[in-house]
């Protein structure tokens, strides 16, 4: 559209201006062949200069560079998901490394316990065997106590008892009559109590 | 004189003239034009290229652009076996396009305005790819002006239509570059004129225009510049990958 317009202006243009200057400068100066060949001479000279040292010198070094730069950009990425990829393992081996000395932290505590459980156990039953033993001494001292108490009481008292007749009476009583009687008294007695 | 919106189009002798024989070729100020637009060309890409960092500065980043845009023009519209001729059309490009763009400044003389010029640029670019065509098909090139699925009571008219589109081809790319060049040069020539000769009251408006009209005058430098290069793309897709 833009382009239609500007050639129809054109052409109007180019219209009036041949007929108005026709006369004065003999049209379009593009159409005076006097300097085509000069201009033909210096576009090839120009234009094959410029060829040259684009193709052979300038072009070579922007390509250089950009390969340069997508090599170098390849490059960077890459050593980028390496080191991701590293520093991803050492997190992997970190967290694994806690892991590892939680359990470790667990265990030691659970068999810190148990020994301490064993010891705590072991001391007891210990104790425990000590303190039977001793009471079962002097539960046993205890009984043989009674039980020798007994006699003795009993001898204490035909003694006691044939000494006062002796005062008593001026005589000797039979010393075994008299245990006899201490030994029923003393049996009555522990009757008694027991009821 | 210099009112005259064509006089901007004369070419004229700097310098000695200069004989090769009996033929001119003696520098005018179009060649002067030619050389500073390859100049430029060349100072502007060198810098551009010299400095090999990673983060490109702003002559590096344009040069490396212009590299990958018209490296993606031709793949996109020639494919990946035109890559031989990268440089060439880069240079095509850039000539074409500092040309036109020198043609913007005041009093500067605008290259592609001649039909010359660009017609030898076509030219050139016809003959080369008719030789490419040929040297890859051998005779089977001609087949381009055989258009596969076509009715056997049309083809003859169909093969000579396409033939006279094939010849057509360097006459229709200069003159579109020509044409496009010249009428934006002469319009704004005109419109320049009028701002004289309305005065302070009345130029007002052909002066605003005039402004417009440069920068539709700078786009339309780069798109056909552009269309230059693509055109000659597509001309060189034909060559190489014959399929109709």
């Given at each position: 559209?833009?382009?239609?317009?500007?050639?129809?202006?054109?052409?109007?243009?180019?219209?009036?201006?041949?007929?108005?200057?026709?006369?004065?400068?003999?049209?379009?100066?593009?159409?005076?062949?006097?300097?085509?060949?000069?201009?033909?001479?210096?576009?090839?000279?120009?234009?094959?200069?410029l060829f040259?040292v684009l193709t052979?010198v300038i072009l070579p070094k922007i390509s250089d560079n950009l390969e340069t730069r997508k090599?170098?950009i390849?490059?960077?990425?890459?050593?980028?998901?390496?080191?991701?990829?590293?520093?991803?393992?050492?997190?992997?081996?970190?967290?694994?490394?806690?892991?590892?000395?939680?359990?470790?932290?667990?265990?030691?505590?659970?068999?810190?316990?148990?020994?301490?459980?064993?010891?705590?156990?072991?001391?007891?039953?210990?104790?425990?065997?000590?303190?039977?033993?001793?009471?079962?001494?002097?539960?046993?001292?205890?009984?043989?106590?009674?039980?020798?108490?007994?006699?003795?009481?009993?001898?204490?008292?035909?003694?006691?008892?044939?000494?006062?007749?002796?005062?008593?009476?001026?005589?000797?009583?039979?010393?075994?009559?008299?245990?006899?009687?201490?030994?029923?008294?003393?049996?009555?007695?522990?009757?008694?109590?027991?009821? | 004189?210099?009112?005259?919106?064509?006089?901007?189009?004369?070419?004229?002798?700097?310098?000695?003239?200069?004989?090769?024989?009996?033929?001119?070729?003696?520098?005018?100020?179009?060649?002067?034009?030619?050389?500073i637009s390859s100049l430029a060309i060349l100072i502007i890409f060198n810098l551009g290229a010299k400095k090999k960092t990673l983060i490109p500065d702003k002559l590096q980043l344009l040069s490396e652009l212009s590299y990958s845009f018209v490296a993606k023009m031709i793949?996109?519209?020639?494919?990946?076996?035109?890559?031989?001729?990268f440089s060439?059309i880069f240079s095509l490009f850039m000539f074409v396009l500092f040309c036109n763009m020198f043609?913007m400044i005041?009093?500067?003389?605008?290259?592609?305005?001649?039909?010359?010029?660009?017609?030898?640029?076509?030219?050139?670019?016809?003959?080369?790819?008719?030789?490419?065509?040929?040297?890859?098909?051998?005779?089977?090139?001609?087949?381009?002006?055989?258009?596969?699925?076509?009715?056997?009571?049309?083809?003859?008219?169909?093969?000579?239509?396409?033939?006279?589109?094939?010849?057509?081809?360097?006459?229709?790319?200069?003159?579109?570059?020509?044409?496009?060049?010249?009428?934006?040069?002469?319009?704004?020539?005109?419109?320049?004129?009028?701002?004289?000769?309305?005065?302070?009251?009345?130029?007002?408006?052909?002066?605003?225009?005039?402004?417009?009209?440069?920068?539709?005058?700078i786009l339309?430098a780069f798109l056909q510049a552009y269309?230059?290069a693509?055109?000659?793309?597509?001309?060189?897709?034909?060559?190489?990958?014959?399929?109709?």
């Open positions: 559209m833009l382009k239609k317009i500007v050639i129809l202006l054109f052409v109007t243009c180019l219209a009036c201006f041949n007929t108005v200057f026709a006369a004065e400068s003999g049209g379009m100066p593009q159409l005076n062949p006097e300097f085509w060949i000069s201009q033909i001479f210096w576009l090839i000279i120009t234009f094959g200069i040259i052979k090599s170098q390849l490059e960077n990425i890459e050593t980028a998901d390496k080191q991701k990829e590293e520093s991803q393992k050492k997190i992997d081996e970190y967290e694994k490394i806690i892991l590892d000395s939680k359990l470790k932290a667990k265990s030691y505590f659970n068999e810190a316990r148990e020994k301490i459980l064993d010891d705590i156990n072991k001391k007891r039953a210990a104790l425990e065997k000590d303190l039977d033993e001793e009471i079962n001494k002097v539960e046993k001292e205890l009984s043989d106590l009674k039980s020798e108490s007994g006699e003795k009481i009993n001898k204490i008292a035909a003694e006691t008892s044939a000494e006062l007749i002796k005062e008593l009476i001026g005589e000797e009583v039979n010393s075994s009559s008299i245990a006899a009687i201490v030994e029923d008294q003393s049996k009555i007695n522990k009757v008694g109590k027991n009821v | 004189m210099a009112s005259n919106p064509m006089y901007q189009f004369n070419v004229y002798r700097i310098g000695p003239e200069i004989k090769l024989g009996s033929v001119d070729i003696s520098f005018t100020n179009a060649s002067l034009f030619m050389v793949s996109d519209t020639a494919g990946s076996k035109a890559k031989p001729y060439f043609g005041p009093y500067a003389f605008t290259v592609t305005s001649h039909i010359i010029v660009t017609f030898m640029l076509a030219a050139f670019i016809f003959v080369g790819v008719t030789i490419i065509g040929f040297m890859k098909h051998g005779l089977g090139y001609l087949k381009l002006f055989v258009p596969s699925g076509v009715p056997m009571v049309l083809l003859p008219l169909i093969v000579v239509i396409e033939i006279i589109s094939y010849l057509s081809r360097p006459i229709s790319l200069s003159v579109r570059l020509f044409a496009n060049m010249m009428a934006g040069h002469t319009m704004m020539k005109v419109f320049g004129g009028f701002v004289i000769s309305l005065g302070i009251i009345g130029g007002w408006l052909p002066l605003s225009f005039s402004v417009a009209l440069t920068g539709l005058e339309v269309v230059f693509i055109l000659t793309c597509i001309y060189l897709n034909d060559a190489l990958n014959l399929h109709h």
